[in-house]
């Protein structure tokens, strides 16, 4: 599996477990404040498409993934 293939596997995994988090009728420990992590979360996926640089795939890539590229 290529970092790049990872980064969004990861990334996708932390917003829907976050958003479970954040929601109301969820039986898990429930804040609103979870919801600032979705925020930072597709923040950086969104920079990451503007400057082609993503500190996740640079630890993914440290962590041995093979290069996207």
Same mark, same amino acid.
């Given at each position: 599996?290529? =970092?790049?293939?990872? #980064? ?5 995994? !932390?917003?829907?477990?976050?958003? $479970?988090?954040?929601? /109301?009728? =969820?039986?898990?420990? #429930? ?5 600032? !992590?979705?925020?930072?979360?597709? $923040?950086?996926?969104? /920079? ?22």
């Amino acid at each position: 599996m290529t =970092s790049w293939q990872l #980064v969004r596997i990861i990334g996708g995994t !932390f917003i829907l477990l976050s958003l $479970a988090l954040g929601v /109301q009728e =969820s039986p898990l420990f #429930v804040s609103h404040h979870w919801l600032w !992590f979705t925020a930072f979360v597709g $923040a950086n996926l969104l /920079q990451s498409g503007f400057t082609r640089w993503c500190l996740m795939e640079n630890i993914v890539r440290v962590l041995g993934a093979k290069s996207g590229d």
